[in-house]
């Protein structure tokens, strides 16, 4: 076990609402990384929170939206669902120290299992 | 052209066989390298990063080349529990993790 918790575990929606996700980081990170994994597909990196910041962003448009709480947890928003948002959200806490940005190792957290009908 | 690419599989192989996968990278800024495995409906777990000096951990070895921009990962003596899909991943700085695929690993009794 990770330690990062996400909730629901699954969740299904129609196309057009909005869905949020949560995930608890683990004791001690102070940084959150979000993923959309479809099915047969490596995930894929949609943004990352450092310090309650947005610090980076991958090739999702801006129905995808994010926040990061003083106690390190997070939320993943997405705005005008559509089918092909039908996917394994995935969220990973890491430690990273100040100044320049450098890698710990990502935990990952079980993920979301989102459908859209 | 993909950001990594891996063969998809599936690799079945049996039980106590050596197998060894590959990747490519296209951006030769990237600065960290991992293999992560996905057991099935499960998230990713690290496996262990590559270094450019190659790196070995028990039965898993990996292996780095820069000029290549090529990735490796080679595990022996291999059991059924080896069975899961084996993600190639690329950090280029503050940016999050890139992955590829996944290959696909059947170990067969």
């Known amino acids: 076990e990770t330690g990062v918790t996400q909730s629901p575990t699954h969740l299904i929606k129609t196309r057009g609402q909005q869905v949020t996700l949560r995930c608890s980081s683990q004791?001690?990170?102070?940084?959150v990384s979000w993923y959309q994994q479809a099915l047969g597909q490596g995930p894929q990196f949609i943004f990352q929170?450092?310090?309650?910041?947005?610090?980076g962003r991958g090739n999702f448009p801006p129905r995808f939206s994010g926040l990061q709480f003083p106690n390190y947890s997070s939320e993943l928003n997405v705005n005008a669902l559509e089918l092909d948002d039908s996917a394994l959200y995935l969220c990973?806490?890491?430690?990273?120290?100040?100044?320049?940005?450098?890698?710990?190792?990502?935990?990952f957290g079980p993920g979301t299992r989102l459908t859209v009908l | 052209r993909k950001e990594v690419e891996q063969d998809p599989g599936p690799f079945n192989v049996p039980e106590g066989a050596t197998v060894a996968f590959n990747c490519t990278y296209s951006?030769?800024?990237?600065?960290?390298f991992f293999w992560y495995r996905q057991d099935c409906r499960k998230e990713p777990k690290l496996l262990m990063s590559?270094?450019?000096s190659g790196n070995e951990d028990g039965r898993f070895t990996a292996q780095l080349n820069r000029a290549s921009q090529y990735i490796s990962l080679l595990i022996r003596d291999s059991k059924l529990s080896d069975s899961a899909t084996y993600l190639c991943?690329?950090?280029?700085?503050?940016?999050?993790?890139?992955f590829g695929k996944g290959t696909h690993l059947i170990i067969q009794p």
């Open positions: 990973a806490s890491s430690l990273v120290g100040s100044g320049t940005v450098s890698y710990n190792e990502q935990f």
């Open positions: 004791s001690g990170h102070n940084t």
């Open positions: 929170y450092y310090r309650e910041e947005e610090n």
């Open positions: 951006n030769s800024a990237s600065q960290s």
């Open positions: 590559v270094y450019s």
């Open positions: 991943v690329v950090r280029g700085g503050a940016d999050g993790l890139t």
